[in-house]
Nanobody
Framework: QVQLVESGGGLVQAGGSLRLSCAASGIPLSLYVMGWYRQAPGKQRELVAGITSGGSRSYADSVKGRFTISKDNAKKMVYLQMNSLKPEDTGVYYC?????????WGQGTLVTVSS
């Protein structure tokens, strides 16, 4: 069964840190492009960070220098380390796996940053 399960969300004060985890099952992580997306209240879902099968990373301008995406192919885990959090980082964070036309989404984990 193909599944992505996120964890690690919660309530944090501005300036704090959180580490999100995404556990993948049923797919070979080494072949997929993995991404973290977020959806703020009333806004469209946006790409926050991505990592290719080869390990190349990319980030939205709004999180560069604060967020770090990483993965462990053997453990089938993808992580998003979020530092210096801001209230505008609040939203539901989703893990995504993509390979050509195939796409898998997790159920999301809520991150709330208070000012």
């Amino acid at each position: 069964q193909v599944q992505l399960v996120e964890s690690g969300g919660g309530l944090v004060q501005a300036g704090g840190s959180l580490r999100l985890s995404c556990a993948a099952s049923g797919i070979p992580l080494s072949l997929y492009v993995m991404g973290w997306y977020r959806q703020a209240p009333g806004k469209q879902r946006e790409l926050v960070a991505g990592i290719t099968s080869g390990g190349s990373r990319s980030y939205a301008d709004s999180v560069k220098g604060r967020f770090t995406i990483s993965k462990d192919n053997a453990k089938k885990m993808v992580y998003l380390q979020m530092n210096s959090l801001k209230p505008e980082d609040t939203g539901v964070y989703y893990c995504n796996a993509a390979l050509r036309s195939r796409e898998v989404w997790g159920q999301g984990t809520l991150v709330t940053v208070s000012s």
